[in-house]
């Protein structure tokens, strides 16, 4: 099975988590940022930064079969916090926490496609 597509997504979605583990130490770790930032946001971040990076990237370059409820997984947490911060958080949330979260979620949607479109190829044509 040609699995070119697991390889592209397994390494947008290392690239992804690393992207958020290092967003998520810099605030960690004392860097100040020029606008507000939700005390549990920057842990959410460096968890899911590094089970993306390190796990679920791992899983789909192998071509698990638990690569796609992963990815599923991984997009409907970002999905679920982007809920919370437009709703609960509506009036303190950074614009650009809204920006990096919407990107993360596109990020994932692509993945997500990726792993679609390369399981429709491997199933054999009758």
Same mark, same amino acid.
């Given at each position: 099975? &040609?699995? &070119? /597509?697991?390889?592209?997504?397994?390494?947008?979605?290392?690239?992804?988590?690393?992207?958020?583990?290092?967003?998520?130490?810099?605030?960690? @770790? =004392?860097?100040?940022?020029?606008?507000?930032?939700?005390? $549990? @946001?920057?842990?959410?971040?460096?968890?899911? =930064? /590094?089970?993306?990076?390190?796990? #679920?990237?791992?899983?789909? $370059?192998? =071509? &698990?079969?638990?690569?796609?409820?992963?990815?599923?997984?991984?997009?409907?947490?970002?999905?679920?916090?982007?809920?919370? @911060?437009?709703?609960?958080?509506?009036?303190?949330?950074?614009?650009?926490?809204?920006?990096?979260?919407?990107?993360?979620?596109?990020?994932?949607?692509?993945? /997500? #496609?990726? /792993?679609?479109?390369?399981?429709?190829?491997?199933?054999?044509?009758?």
């Amino acid at each position: 099975m &040609n699995a &070119n /597509l697991f390889k592209i997504a397994a390494v947008i979605s290392f690239l992804i988590g690393i992207l958020s583990v290092f967003a998520g130490s810099m605030v960690i @770790l =004392g860097k100040s940022m020029d606008y507000y930032v939700i005390d $549990w @946001l920057p842990g959410y971040n460096l968890i899911l =930064g /590094l089970i993306s990076a390190f796990f #679920t990237a791992v899983i789909i $370059w192998q =071509g &698990n079969p638990i690569a796609m409820p992963a990815a599923i997984a991984t997009f409907a947490s970002h999905s679920m916090v982007m809920l919370i @911060l437009q709703t609960s958080y509506r009036d303190v949330v950074a614009v650009e926490s809204i920006r990096a979260m919407a990107f993360r979620m596109m990020v994932w949607l692509s993945i /997500l #496609t990726l /792993l679609i479109v390369q399981s429709l190829r491997s199933i054999p044509q009758s």
